[in-house]
């Protein structure tokens, strides 16, 4: 970013906070960082080996701009110096949150397992034991053609690896996705 483009955001960014309902001059604000944005958003995952859809990055990059935005009260500080360490913090903190929810797993219990026809989950569940979920993810899995597999995997590990090997439209890809991520985190919260 060059010292003219960061005047240029550093007014904006004054604007914007003296009048918060100036949503044109924040909007013109994210227009002229994004690409810079994207980089660092982008530069975060690759340090942690994830490659999640461009989709996925954009979504992350407005957040983390309307975070940076709203905290930025110190003019001493260059905006890059902020921006970078306030996305730093949020990425961090989204990630700790996701293992937070995706975690710890609960037991299935008999009536919940009648109740919806999985005799076969209950059985596994009965035996309260990760080893007994993961087997019934793996035997879920080996049912699957290799495409589905893949996207299978995907959902369990919550990654977009194969999405670029798979060469599907991404809608696609992330419905398919998302029906998985459900049926999988449905089995994990009852074990």
Same mark, same amino acid.
């Given at each position: 970013?060059?010292?003219?483009?960061?005047?240029?955001?550093?007014?904006?960014?004054? !604007?914007?906070?003296? =009048?918060? @309902? &100036?949503?044109?001059?924040?909007?013109?604000?994210?227009? $002229?960082?994004?690409?810079?944005?994207?980089?660092?958003?982008?530069?975060?995952?690759?340090?942690?080996?994830?490659?999640?859809?461009?989709?996925?990055?954009?979504?992350?990059?407005?957040?983390?701009?309307?975070?940076?935005?709203?905290?930025?009260?110190?003019?001493?500080?260059?905006?890059?110096?902020?921006?970078?360490?306030?996305?730093?913090?949020?990425?961090?903190?989204?990630?700790?949150?996701?293992?937070?929810?995706?975690?710890?797993?609960? !037991?299935?219990?008999? =009536?919940? @397992? &009648?109740?919806?026809?999985?005799?076969?989950?209950?059985? $596994?569940?009965?035996?309260?034991?990760?080893?007994?979920?993961?087997?019934?993810?793996?035997?879920?899995?080996?049912?699957?053609?290799?495409?589905?597999?893949?996207?299978?995997?995907?959902?369990?590990?919550?990654?977009?690896?194969?999405?670029?090997?798979?060469?599907?439209?991404?809608?696609?890809?992330?419905?398919?996705?998302?029906?998985?991520?459900?049926?999988?985190?449905?089995?994990?919260?009852?074990?």
């Amino acid at each position: 970013m060059t010292r003219e483009v960061q005047e240029q955001c550093r007014d904006l960014l004054c !604007r914007y906070q003296e =009048d918060l @309902s &100036n949503i044109e001059v924040r909007n013109k604000l994210f227009l $002229i960082m994004l690409p810079t944005l994207m980089k660092w958003v982008s530069a975060w995952y690759v340090r942690r080996q994830s490659y999640p859809a461009k989709e996925e990055i954009l979504s992350d990059t407005w957040d983390c701009f309307l975070y940076c935005v709203d905290r930025y009260s110190d003019w001493n500080v260059p905006l890059p110096s902020h921006f970078t360490r306030y996305i730093n913090w949020f990425l961090n903190d989204k990630e700790n949150k996701i293992r937070k929810v995706n975690g710890p797993m609960v !037991r299935i219990t008999d =009536d919940y @397992s &009648n109740e919806y026809g999985m005799e076969d989950v209950g059985d $596994i569940a009965a035996s309260g034991s990760i080893i007994g979920a993961s087997s019934f993810l793996g035997e879920l899995r080996s049912g699957l053609d290799l495409e589905n597999q893949a996207i299978f995997d995907d959902a369990l590990t919550n990654s977009t690896v194969n999405k670029q090997r798979l060469g599907m439209p991404a809608q696609k890809y992330l419905a398919i996705k998302a029906t998985y991520r459900k049926m999988i985190t449905f089995f994990l919260e009852k074990v």
